[in-house]
């Protein structure tokens, strides 16, 4: 199934399911194969259920947005399960006012999402006041090459987004070879200004690489420029509850797993555990501030970690109050 759509100017983009302004819509049991663009664009919608995807793409082309599953608001009411498969673009994009700066979308829930070598995972994308809003998208697996999840407004000019509360729970995604170089590649990149963040049970096993867990803050397109990351970015509270480091490449000793390079009221690190092999040199760090990093309060508590040269880099002026418990190091 295929229909033009003009929604992106001149460019004709050929998608096999185009849903808008739909109320009460169920997909079950569908499999996709070589979407050109997006296999599915849903848009102005409530109570959708989307279960048993397969996203098959075996005709992959660089850089032809060969998505997944996107969604456009207003909407609400989404639940995604057992979604499994490969794109060339996002896997799955939740994305309330990318087309008119406005819309929101609220109440969403992704369950199952296995991925099979995708160039990208995950994007939530608010580029002006458009909120996203109550959402948790927990196990999530399989193999990603560039980018696993990206937070941010992504568009340049005076957008900040706008996103509510964000649970990303049971996350074990496995790094292979990048497919991008215009940026370095990453499993979370966040920015914009987020009211709360929870990433619970995230395992970073044996990475390829040294690309960093997290990013906030981090130039989310070229036309932001250095000192202007308080501008763009904000976040209320950020939550890292369980996380698993298990790695034995030295290929990733000098990564710095958490890059906090904006303002952040409150972040809080507990049940984290860094294994490295003996064999691997003793660099980099679990969380580095950068200088344009503002943090109100770091709470850390139940941290073990080996093989690191700095568990928090640059906590001297970019951390106003510290309070630590049980850390093993």
Not at 265 to 278: A, Y
Not at 280 to 287: F, N, P, W
Request: hydrophobic share 35%; proline share 4%.
């Amino acid at each position: 199934l295929g229909t033009d759509d003009k929604c992106f100017g001149d460019n004709e983009w050929m998608m096999c399911f185009q849903f808008y302004g739909i109320t009460h819509l169920t997909v079950r049991d569908v499999t996709i194969r070589n979407q050109r663009t997006f296999s599915s664009l849903v848009a102005n919608f409530e109570h959708v259920v989307m279960e048993n995807i397969i996203i098959d793409l075996p005709d992959k082309m660089y850089a032809q947005n060969q998505d997944g599953l996107h969604f456009w608001g207003p909407g609400r009411f989404l639940s995604l399960k057992n979604i499994s498969g490969d794109v060339g673009d996002d896997f799955i994009a939740l994305a309330p006012d990318e087309h008119d700066c406005v819309s929101n979308i609220t109440d969403v829930l992704i369950d199952g999402v296995f991925l099979q070598e995708a160039d990208q995972g995950i994007r939530m994308l608010s580029r002006g006041t458009g909120r996203l809003d109550r959402v948790t998208i927990k196990n999530v697996t399989g193999t990603y090459r560039s980018f696993g999840f990206y937070i941010n407004p992504w568009f340049p000019g005076d957008t900040i987004g706008n996103f509510g509360n964000i649970v990303l729970d049971n996350i074990d995604m496995r790094p292979i070879e990048p497919v991008y170089d215009y940026t370095e590649s990453f499993l979370f990149r966040i920015g914009g200004k987020i009211d709360s963040l929870t990433l619970r049970n995230i395992s970073h096993i044996d990475p390829r690489d040294n690309r960093p867990l997290m990013q906030a803050g981090i130039p989310f397109y070229e036309a932001l420029q250095e000192g202007e990351s308080a501008k763009y970015n904000h976040i209320r509270k950020l939550t890292i509850d369980g996380l698993n480091i298990l790695e034995n490449n030295p290929a990733s000793s000098d990564a710095d797993y958490f890059q906090i390079n904006c303002p952040v009221d409150c972040m809080v690190v507990r049940d984290t555990e860094v294994v490295r092999s003996p064999e691997m040199e003793c660099k980099g760090s679990l969380v580095k501030f950068g200088k344009e990093a503002d943090v109100k309060t770091l709470f850390v508590h139940g941290l073990v970690a080996n093989g690191l040269e700095n568990v928090f880099k640059g906590v001297e002026g970019c951390v106003d109050t510290c309070k630590f418990s049980d850390i093993l190091c």
